[in-house]
């Protein structure tokens, strides 16, 4: 992981990491906790398949990925599922007919920085399949998967090859 070196506070070339959740100054005792982050991922349903995206930018370039995001400030984990399968998909949904599922906890690099997350687990069950036109920033494809068929391996993010590990195991 890339480590901050410049406290924030006194400008001193002294800040220190503990290799778990904080920088802190010596100089001046300021301290920078590395609070876990919020994040969703909706697992989209109709029978047996799953609609998962590509991701086309790193962390995990090419892997498949669940839709979701960051939670923003101010914002339910619900509100984030709706507005990150908004912004990923252009769907609208239902917040009221989400299934919370699980939370695991992950870690997502960006830019050499190790972000800590909570990872909560929804299921939006569809009555009809759908396809979408995508924006190609974060997204290279969406497809709809059987379950059957689903490689482990080829899924993004450790979180959600554990979730996946035991989501197949619960249908």
């Keep these: ?24 100054c010596p100089e001046c005792g300021f ?3 590395n609070n876990v982050a ?6 989209i349903r109709h029978g047996d398949e799953i609609y998962l995206t590509r991701r086309n930018r790193d962390p995990k370039k090419g892997k498949l990925d669940l839709a979701g995001g960051f939670v923003d400030p101010k914002e339910s984990a619900e509100e984030t ?8 998909l252009h769907i609208n949904i239902d917040i009221s007919n989400l299934k919370y599922l699980t939370s695991l906890p992950n870690v997502y690099q960006y830019k050499e920085i190790d972000y800590n997350t909570i990872d909560l687990f929804y299921e939006y069950r569809v009555s009809e399949k759908f396809e979408v036109n995508l924006e190609l920033s974060e997204i290279s494809e969406a497809i709809w998967i059987p379950l059957k068929d689903l490689n482990i391996e080829d899924i ?7 979730f996946f590990e035991k989501y197949l195991q619960s249908i």
């Design 1 to 24: 992981m890339k480590l901050l070196k410049y406290c924030p506070s006194c400008g001193k070339e002294s800040l220190h990491w503990d290799n778990e959740k904080k920088w802190s």
């Design 156 to 162: 993004a993010f450790d979180s959600q090859k554990i």
């Design 81 to 88: 599922c709706k507005r990150e399968l908004f912004e990923e």
């Design 31 to 33: 301290t920078l906790y």
């Design 38 to 43: 919020g994040a969703v991922a909706v697992v």
